[in-house]
């Protein structure tokens, strides 16, 4: 509103100065005498007004931190080039900065939501993390952990900092407490000391504002069953020298596979000093809660095929012996005389072995620790058998087993 009204005040000075030019140029000329011929009376002012250049004081910005200097999807700054708040268009390397406005255009939540829209990154909507070991058990990273299931380059998972600091990835990432997101693409990546050569994702930190206060509220509902409150509060206590901000969420993500869903709470809380010019002092608190079963993202495995063909043998855990086609063979005590269409790599080792029929629970075995007492004492390694998924296995381990069979 200053702005406005001081530039009405100068545009109404400057237009009565030129008035009063114009007026002494054009002032009325003595009348010629009645004899004389008229000739008409040609006269031109020209007023030029220039304005008195603006003296705008410099500002200083802060090496160490990136400010809030964005246009809409725009980000001039960065820290993730060189550990100090350096322009975009300075850096050879491949970045790219998400700001806050563009993830909630795009109601992108996590780290999986953004790496859907930049370049040379894979997330969980277009990149399945899965793992093998040597006994055939596949282990769904997906499930299991959703912030890690990504790629950047191809290569590995994306280390993740907060504030150029390295974080451990147990807390995703949220658009709540963070500006804006910074993605580090190759080699660059190693300047935070984190080593991946693929990359780092490094979130800019919210802060308290001491020139503003704010109150943002939001809510969201998908077509999965999920929602989303979200809280952000900002407060001034002592103008450009002391403002506390707090923040909220209650989060629901529903899934298409059923039942499944996880519930998340997240409380943060920032506070900001400048005891005087040149010293600012801040502080973060964040607090996060997840409880609840994600889906499996790998489709079922066929174990059944395999025993079918074997002809059905059966297994009797308590004499260890083997009944194929009515045939009993002597107790199996070991690894090596294992047959290929049994094995103990899926009979879940430290885990009770649980069979459901149709019609209820028919079977339920003690696990296979390895305590020394207990019905489980004596040659537990093998006592619980599974079937093999497909031919190959040897002591206890697959040797050529597919990643799926049918």
Do not use: C
């Amino acid at each position: 509103m200053k702005t406005s009204l001081r530039f009405a005040v100068s545009v109404a000075l400057a237009s009565a100065s030129t008035a009063h030019l114009i007026a002494q140029a054009v002032s009325p000329a003595p009348e010629p005498p009645a004899s004389a011929t008229a000739k008409p009376a040609v006269t031109a002012a020209v007023v030029s007004t220039t304005p008195a250049p603006a003296k705008d004081e410099p500002v200083t910005l802060n090496p160490f931190e990136v400010v809030a200097d964005t246009r809409g999807y725009f980000s001039a700054n960065t820290m993730s080039g060189t550990r100090l708040n350096t322009k975009l268009e300075d850096l050879a390397s491949s970045l790219t900065v998400v700001t806050k406005e563009q993830m909630s255009d795009f109601a992108m939540l996590d780290i999986n939501d953004v790496f859907a829209y930049t370049a040379g990154t894979e997330g969980t909507h277009d990149y399945t993390d899965l793992a093998v070991d040597r006994n055939g058990t596949v282990a769904d990273n997906v499930q299991g952990n959703p912030r890690g299931a990504n790629r950047i380059r191809g290569i590995g998972s994306a280390n993740i900092s907060f504030g150029n600091t390295e974080m451990t990835g147990l807390t995703p990432v949220d658009p709540l407490n963070i500006e804006s997101v910074e993605i580090s693409r190759g080699p660059n990546a190693n300047v935070f000391g984190l080593g991946s050569p693929g990359g780092t994702l490094n979130m800019v930190p919210a802060a308290a504002n001491l020139a503003r206060e704010r109150t943002s509220s939001a809510a969201r509902w998908d077509s999965f069953g999920g929602n989303r409150f979200e809280l952000d509060l900002n407060r001034v206590l002592l103008r450009n020298r002391l403002a506390v901000r707090a923040s909220g969420v209650l989060q629901h993500d529903g899934y298409r596979l059923r039942p499944s869903g996880t519930d998340t709470v997240r409380y943060n809380g920032m506070v900001k000093y400048t005891p005087f010019k040149g010293t600012t002092l801040a502080g973060f608190f964040g607090f996060y809660r997840m409880a609840g079963n994600r889906p499996n993202a790998l489709p079922p495995r066929d174990g059944v095929s395999y025993w079918l063909q074997s002809g059905k043998p059966a297994w009797d855990p308590v004499r260890q012996t083997i009944t194929l086609n009515g045939v009993t063979s002597a107790p199996i005590t070991a690894d090596a005389n294992l047959p290929d269409y049994f094995n103990r790599t899926f009979a879940g080792n430290a885990r009770a072995q649980v069979y459901v029929d149709s019609d209820g629970l028919k079977f339920w075995t003690t696990n296979t620790s390895t305590a020394l007492t207990g019905p489980n004492a004596g040659n537990q390694g093998i006592r619980s058998l599974a079937p093999s998924l497909a031919s190959g296995a040897a002591q206890g381990r697959f040797t050529n087993q597919p990643l799926f069979t049918t």
